[in-house]
């Protein structure tokens, strides 16, 4: 299984070196890869809200909102084009298991570049479609893309930046997706005032970021611990100084040959993962998955132009709209950055919660009050909406949308942790596809009713991690077991039970142990 070393942030020597220039220019390349993931997920719902594509590809959809009494909460309602977005996630979710394989194999940086590959696959095919089939096949190949990149990335990240910053990094992960999709609902709104190519564009500018990603990582090392891992110590070793800027890096160096060394006695790690004592951070990993999307967040980020249309708002002014939330997410994942290792995990979370929770239901309110079947809100109502639709996202983008992939990447023990990493990316994977495929057949159902499906989501979210979530602010990776599990009132019990267990083995089989 692949190797991964964290340094602890306790009472334990530092290892030595600095930031240096090589480590930026391979952290700004490598997050090329989350640009990739944040472009797709604006554009997807931007070029979904234009004329042009609706009908080109999805035509009785055009046609439904040419009505003059069309459903405001059922016009959008097609299972093609819940395909269209859709379809990229369940591809994303099997490419995953394939990805920890060649990271494994292969290496971080190899891994990386076939995400890139995937995704101008995917980009050429979604531009030049002629049809919906290629369309969807385009998608698809994205989606591949998407996998490889969410399971490389975040291991290049944690592998390659210095100690002393590696949890900021790990969060500017989620800052480069928040950016790609500020930069998808930017070009979406300049070019969808070009008829009829403009969608096109949209589509076609998903490549830049993979071609960054593509030709950058010709230039960028491979990070020690992968060298290390399959055999290339010395190689590791040099790469290592280089990208430490000092020449004595023996302990770091060190750790990482200890760690390659036991991950490579555990010869099947998703075996070890289903043993009573990983239950605890897999729970973790998992449900933190679902909470991030059972949230409602990519429902609004996928489709906030056609949310913002739904309520009223012309075409240009639903995208315009959609820049304004794009950018909300940005700025609010850069007080995650800042706040998450002085407040704490649960404290983000749990604040959160009651935000999320109170916007939920004012615009569910809103909407079931004021918005019928036909006809559009007041402007004052559709203002309302706007404002805490933007509320909704700054609460998530500070809190379950970083901390969602943090909190997975720091619970598991070494020798399950990218065994158990590689649970999260396709749990996240795989509800990201449900929310995606029935976002807007369960909007024309529950109409209004769907926040306060969220909202309720939310009460649910916010127990657990009231009750169930430990903190892990300042706890060293290495001491989790320890210091967090074995001490949370409701955990401790897969630990306490199986050792007593083990430990009377010992005794019958070698009495003179105590």
């Known amino acids: 299984m692949p190797a991964v070393v964290i340094a602890n942030n306790g009472d334990v020597p530092e290892f030595e070196g600095r930031i240096t220039f090589n480590v930026i220019v391979c952290v700004v390349i490598a997050a090329c890869g989350g640009l990739m993931f944040g472009y797709d997920i604006g554009v997807s719902g931007g070029v979904t809200a234009m004329d042009d594509v609706l009908k080109k590809f999805f ?4 046609e439904r909102k040419q009505q003059a009494h069309e459903n405001n909460y059922c016009k959008y309602d097609n299972k093609k084009l819940q395909l269209f977005t859709s379809s990229l996630y369940i591809a994303a979710l099997i490419a995953s298991f394939l990805a920890s394989k060649t990271c494994s194999k292969f290496g971080r940086k190899p891994t990386m570049q076939l995400a890139s590959l995937f995704f101008i696959g995917g980009v050429a095919l979604t531009t030049f479609a002629v049809n919906i089939e290629m ?4 998608r698809l190949l994205l989606g591949c893309g998407v996998g490889f990149a969410n399971q490389a990335v975040p291991l290049f990240l944690s592998e390659l930046a210095p100690a002393k910053i590696r949890g900021a990094l790990n969060i500017s992960f989620q800052l480069f997706i928040t950016i790609g999709i500020l930069i998808a609902n930017i070009v979406n709104y300049v070019v969808g005032k070009i008829h009829p190519y403009g969608f096109r564009i949209s589509l076609g500018i998903a490549g830049v970021p993979a071609l960054l990603l593509c030709f ?22 040099a790469v290592l100084k280089k990208i430490r800027g000092v020449d004595n890096v023996d302990l770091e160096y060190d750790s990482i040959v200890h760690a390659c060394e036991v991950a490579s006695q555990i010869t099947q790690p998703y075996h070890e993962l289903m043993k ?5 951070p897999l729970v973790i990993a998992i449900v933190m998955q679902v909470f991030q999307q059972f949230t409602g ?3 609004i980020m996928f489709y906030a132009p056609v949310l913002f249309q739904t309520v009223g708002f012309g075409s240009d002014a639903a995208l315009l709209s959609s820049v304004v939330t794009g950018l909300v997410n940005v700025l609010s994942t850069i007080v995650s950055v800042v706040l998450v290792d002085k407040v704490g995990r649960r404290a983000l979370l749990l604040e959160a919660c009651v935000q999320m929770l109170i916007t939920q239901c004012i ?5 079931m009050k004021d918005l019928k079947t036909t006809g559009t809100l007041p402007n004052g109502d559709a203002l309302v909406v706007v404002i805490m639709v933007c509320v909704f996202v700054a609460g998530f983008a500070w809190s379950w949308g970083p901390l969602g992939w943090l909190i997975p990447s720091e619970t598991f023990p070494l020798e399950t942790r990218t065994a158990g990493f ?18 807007l057949s369960t909007l024309c159902h529950l109409k209004a009713g769907i926040f306060f499906f969220f909202a309720a989501w939310i009460v649910v979210m916010g127990l657990f991690a009231l009750f169930l979530l430990p903190e892990t602010k300042g706890v060293p990776v290495d001491d989790m077991v320890d210091r967090v599990w074995k001490q949370h009132w409701f955990w401790k019990r897969f630990f306490n039970d199986e050792q007593v267990v083990e430990k009377k083995a010992i005794e019958m089989i070698h009495p003179h142990v105590t």
């Open 422 to 439: 590689s649970f999260a990316v396709s749990s996240n994977m795989l509800f990201t596809f449900v929310i995606a495929q029935a976002f």
């Open 59 to 62: 035509y009785q959809v055009w």
């Open 135 to 138: 369309l969807i096949i385009g």
């Open 363 to 367: 615009i569910g309110g809103v909407l």
């Open 276 to 280: 009573r004592e990983s239950r605890p």
């Open 297 to 299: 967040i990519n429902a």
């Open 216 to 237: 950058g990582s010709l230039a960028i090392y491979e990070t020690p611990t992968s060298l290390i891992e399959r055999k290339k110590v010395e190689q590791g070793r």
